[in-house]
């Protein structure tokens, strides 16, 4: 968990430590006192008539943070959206708070280019009417929300969403009209995206907050039917492990959600689980799709389902070792096809 943002500088400067773990399993470490938390900062929305505040643009495992603190301090902003969730704050819980009226934090839509475009041509393909999408923020996740205009009732269960859901709902495409849980409501632990999506959200109970058990839980995970989750990696190889955290001696981001979501696509009636990222990185200069990985697994092999990249899709669930090497090698940038290829060789001839 953590270590991503602004927050790698603090990883780089040793103020940080990274704790490796799912997003699943953080409120019950919490819980449990095994990530400890004494004192709980939160920033919420104005309170109600009733004197309760709304954790605003963030749940997922604020409410297990601020059970355990022995003091929360929490910034009531004005500018912050009144949001629908599983729990409010209530004005007794809160030590000492301070009231500002400023713009929370927004991350503008990703640039999308033409290898985002590419990859997003082949990810589509496996999101059909009534597919309930997962995907994180960014251009390649932007660009496949943008080629979903013709599809009919999508639902929405993610970690995280974006501007991308208010194109989407105003259009029509998401309805959570086929879940069969959480009917009608997209779900989400956090919102990270721009004033527009603030705004739709702000009293708005369509859009569901949630503590992160609901989110990224398995319980609930496994009764979510047709769900297709999308996630990015920084590097593949050739018998589907995946890094999506350390590049070199640069820690990227921290583990997330994305095993939590990885495997319960993978396993979801009529779903399916995405790793998409760009064939090379460096200007070109470097594979993402490797003999072997530079980083630590952060999803085991065991569990990937499909990867894509601008040059196609490969599907490793229930495929042997030596031709997951075939198929990977076949959507690695065409540079560096020749030389996976003959590290794809010792593999296949001792099978594994």
């Keep these: 968990m953590g270590a991503i943002g602004a927050l790698r500088s603090l990883t780089a400067a040793g103020l940080l430590d990274v704790i490796p773990c799912h997003v699943g399993q953080v409120a019950p470490m919490i819980g449990q006192g095994l990530i400890g938390c004494d004192v709980a900062f939160v920033q919420v929305s104005p309170p109600d008539a009733d004197g309760n505040h709304s954790f ?5 495992f604020v409410q297990a ?39 929370p934090v927004e991350v503008p839509p990703a640039r999308i280019g033409e290898t985002d475009e590419a990859i997003a041509r082949f990810a589509v393909d496996y999101i059909g009417d009534g597919t309930i999408l997962q995907t994180g923020v960014g251009a390649v996740p932007d660009a496949i929300l943008r080629l979903l205009r013709d599809r009919h009732d999508l639902g929405v269960h993610s970690g995280m969403i974006g501007d991308g859901l208010v194109d989407l709902v105003e259009a029509g495409v998401v309805t959570n009209a086929r879940k069969s849980i959480d009917r009608g409501i997209s779900v989400t632990g956090a919102l990270i995206g721009t004033r527009r999506l603030y705004d739709f959200v702000h009293q708005n109970p369509s859009v569901g907050m949630r503590n992160s058990s ?13 769900l297709v989750s999308i996630n990015s990696a920084i590097e593949v190889d050739l018998t589907g492990q995946v890094n999506a955290e350390q590049s070199g001696d640069q820690y990227i981001g921290g583990t997330g959600g994305q095993v ?9 009636p009529g779903g399916r689980s995405i ?17 072997s990985l530079s980083g630590p697994v952060t999803t085991a092999r065991t569990d990937v389902d499909v990867v894509v990249t601008e ?15 075939r ?26």
Excluded: Q, W
């Excluded at 949001?83 to 708070?97: C, E, K």
């Excluded at 609901?214 to 047709?226: C, M, P, Y």
């Design 56 to 60: 605003g643009l963030i749940n997922d």
């Design 65 to 103: 943070a601020v059970a355990k603190a022995r003091v929360v301090i929490a910034e009531v902003n004005e500018r912050v959206p009144f949001t629908h969730g599983d729990a409010m704050l209530p004005a007794a819980r809160i030590t000492a708070s301070l009231h500002v009226s400023r713009e």
């Design 214 to 226: 609901h989110t990224h839980g398995d319980g609930v995970l496994s009764r979510l039917e047709r």
């Design 260 to 268: 939590d979501f990885v495997r319960a696509g993978a396993r979801s």
């Design 275 to 291: 790793i998409a990222l760009p064939a090379t990185a460096r200007g070109g200069k470097v594979s993402r799709i490797t003999a």
């Design 311 to 325: 040059f196609g899709a490969a599907e490793l669930k229930g495929v042997g070792l030596a031709e997951r090497t």
């Design 327 to 352: 198929r990977l090698t076949a959507i690695a940038h065409p540079d560096f096809r020749e030389e996976l290829d003959r590290s794809a060789h010792i593999i296949r001839k001792r099978g594994f």
